[in-house]
């Protein structure tokens, strides 16, 4: 029997006055949270660090060693208790919760979503060397479900509110709106199904609107035009997504390997943030760019303010502190690291092709904005969602497609790999059933050594 009939109700249910008024409901409570958000890791930052400015790079300079050094390791021991007395879950939460409840019925307990956003700001205001789009999927997707359990919509209905929450939240933290609603559909609904997609657009809007009434408009990481020429880059940038989907890889395993080895090693846990937390701070003595979320580090990747010694060492610093934070307990996502290690690999190989192709090839800076896209890719499993949010954050649409060639390798060569995503594999780790049909494979990845 055929099934059009039943995927016609769907698309008719999914177009109705309520479920689109819900979904521009759940834009307006999730673009006012990621607002909120934003003010209050600004907050944290300031108690850590003497600044609250998410410049936080130009602010360092003014800070003595011993704070830079100070400030994650007592804050590690801050996140530790923290789980350790008032979070009931004892792990920090993120995307691939959301995606968990999203492979269910759609909910997700608020308060416990709360909480463990709480912890993921409290890591990022620090210093810890994670990203923000991991808590603003969490509250987002948790406001989106609460909604949902207000209203007592079904199943179906209520996975597309949670992911409408998240497209609103993501919207509001990077200024994406179109991107943030293909975001929900690759990585949260871990699908292309058109039915959810006018909900998840009015949402995105409707957050995007409401971050900018409080930020404005203007884009994370504004660039100059790069010169792009079709016929002399793509070829390259089709390299860079072959080295991007390494540094993905070697992030992915290296966070798996790091908690693996942080669970194995005897003690509390609470002690072990701390120690983690004093390692994040040594290694930023050296690398100031691997502290937080790095947007500008990212962003002066993207203009070419970095040589190449100091860009191979953002590599290998941000590597280290992103394991570090994530395998040492911190919350938070990894979305911000991959940008950070993808735009320094991506400035890396620009200058490297400068000295071998004098002048024929585009600057270093627009090899930083495809490296972003070639290593945040395969590690969110969403190329359209990746190249899309590096474009409207830069604005550089010239570079198109080698920022989307990038992107498209770099997941094509982990997919095999990995699975579809970081947060897939994670499932996967704690024993959780991703559909083949979604995911891609058939049986989990190997656990990293």
Request: positive net charge; glycine residues 12%; charged residues 10%.
């Amino acid at each position: 029997m055929s099934a059009a009939p039943e995927r016609l109700a769907e698309i008719k249910r999914a177009l109705t006055p309520r479920l689109l008024l819900l979904a521009a409901a759940a834009g307006v409570l999730a673009g006012a949270a990621g607002v909120v958000f934003r003010l209050l890791l600004n907050a944290i930052q300031w108690i850590a660090f003497g600044s609250g400015s998410e410049m936080l790079l130009s602010a360092l300079a003014a800070v003595p060693g011993w704070r830079i050094v100070l400030a994650p390791a007592l804050g590690g021991l801050a996140v530790g208790l923290y789980f350790r007395f008032v979070f009931p879950a004892r792990r920090p939460l993120g995307p691939a919760d959301t995606i968990e409840a999203a492979l269910r019925d759609g909910a997700m307990p608020a308060g416990k979503s709360l909480l463990g956003t709480l912890a993921n700001a409290l890591s990022l205001g620090v210093g810890a060397s994670v990203g923000r789009e991991g808590p603003v999927v969490l509250l987002g997707g948790a406001l989106g479900a609460w909604l949902a359990g207000v209203v007592r919509v079904r199943p179906a209905d209520a996975r597309i509110l949670l992911a409408a929450g998240v497209a609103a939240c993501v919207a509001a933290s990077f200024n994406a709106p179109a991107a943030a609603a293909i975001f929900a559909l690759e990585v949260v609904l871990l699908g292309y199904r058109l039915v959810p997609l006018p909900a998840l657009a009015i949402a995105s809007a409707v957050g995007t609107l409401v971050s900018r009434a409080w930020f404005g408009s203007a884009p994370l990481f504004p660039l100059p035009a790069h010169g792009f020429s079709t016929l002399a880059d793509l070829p390259a940038s089709g390299a860079l997504g072959v080295a991007g989907a390494l540094a993905a890889l070697a992030m992915m395993a290296s966070i798996f390997a790091a908690g693996d080895l942080f669970a194995r090693v005897p003690g509390a846990t609470w002690l072990k943030t701390c120690v983690a937390g004093l390692a994040v701070g040594a290694i930023a003595l050296w690398v100031p760019e691997v502290l937080s979320y790095g947007q500008e580090a990212t962003h002066g990747a993207m203009l070419g303010r970095y040589g190449l010694a100091m860009l191979l060492a953002i590599v290998m610093a941000k590597l280290a502190a992103t394991a570090i934070s994530l395998g040492g307990g911190f919350g938070g996502g990894v979305f911000s690291p991959a940008l950070v290690l993808g735009s320094a690999l991506g400035g890396a190989f620009g200058h490297a092709l400068a000295l071998a192709f004098p002048g024929a090839l585009a600057a270093p800076g627009a090899y930083a904005a495809m490296g972003a896209a070639a290593v945040a890719a395969p590690v969110l499993g969403a190329p359209i969602s990746t190249a899309l949010i590096v474009l409207e954050m830069t604005e550089a649409w010239n570079l198109a497609p080698g920022v989307a060639l990038a992107a498209v390798v770099a997941t094509a060569m982990c997919r095999p790999i990995v699975g579809r995503s970081f947060f897939t594999w994670q499932l996967q780790r704690r024993g959780v059933a991703v559909p083949a049909g979604r995911e891609g494979v058939t049986s989990s990845p190997p656990r990293p050594s």
